[in-house]
T-cell receptor
Framework: KAGVTQTPRYLIKTRGQQVTLSCSPI?????VSWYQQTPGQGLQFLFE???????NKGNFPGRFSGRQFSNSRSEMNVSTLELGDSALYLC???????????FGPGTRLTVL | AQTVTQSQPEMSVQEAETVTLSCTYD???????LFWYKQPPSRQMILVIRQEAYKQQNATENRFSVNFQKAAKSFSLKISDSQLGDTAMYFCAFIVQTGANNLFFGTGTRLTVIP
């Protein structure tokens, strides 16, 4: 089975712009979670989607949003980018009957 | 609150030796799962080992084993016969069985295997 894939791998944006990141889960996985990883804050949970519904949300401002499509692919969007949004964004998928989360390679976002 | 503490920011070990990474956590839940993830310089987060909190037997996966002490809320990782490819950041994490489905991560331990 193919692993979790994320596109793009690298992204450079300027303050005020918006960005969309994409994640394709492992085939058959309906749960997709997003995490932000920064040197200062570590790994922080953004949100989880399951069957096109947001099931859980972390403590991030409304500028961070996401969605999931019927094929379980997920996108996250960050509007009005700030310098502090520079981070590695990791996506993970989970099987319905398991608790392990399998991570993608991440998208490195740099905000200038 | 759900928290994970990794008190060793950096560690090093000689190739072929054994090293133990520490992790403590805090949760009021009784049913949860614990994990160790490895993140090499390539950034891909890789699951190393998992432990169900209801199981007393410590998990083992080849050269990796854990020492799970539920009462002490401690979950250490032992790496035997360390290899150069073990050089990475190691994150301890847990997820509760009910409610939120997100992982709570520690701050990580950077392990360097010295040839």
């Amino acid at each position: 089975k193919a692993g979790v894939t994320q596109t793009p791998r690298y992204l450079i944006k300027t303050r005020g712009q918006q960005v969309t990141l994409s994640c394709s889960p492992i085939s058959g996985h309906r749960s997709v979670s997003w995490y932000q990883q920064t040197p200062g804050q570590g790994l922080q949970f953004l949100f989880e989607y399951f069957s096109e519904t947001q099931r859980n949300k972390g403590n991030f401002p409304g500028r961070f949003s996401g969605r999931q499509f019927s094929n379980s692919r997920s996108e996250m969007n960050v509007s009005t980018l700030e310098l502090g949004d520079s981070a590695l964004y990791l996506c993970a998928s989970r099987p319905d009957l398991g608790n392990e989360q399998f991570f993608g390679p991440g998208t490195r976002l740099t905000v200038l | 609150a759900q928290t994970v503490t990794q008190s060793q920011p950096e560690m090093s070990v000689q190739e072929a030796e054994t090293v133990t990474l520490s992790c403590t956590y805090d949760t009021s839940e009784n049913n949860y799962y614990l994990f160790w993830y490895k993140q090499p310089p390539s950034r891909q987060m890789i699951l190393v080992i998992r432990q169900e909190a209801y199981k007393q037997q410590n998990a083992t996966e080849n050269r990796f084993s854990v020492n799970f002490q539920k009462a002490a809320k401690s979950f250490s990782l032992k790496i035997s016969d360390s290899q150069l490819g073990d050089t990475a950041m190691y994150f301890c994490a847990f997820i509760v069985q009910t409610g939120a489905n997100n992982l709570f991560f520690g701050t990580g331990t950077r392990l360097t295997v010295i040839p």
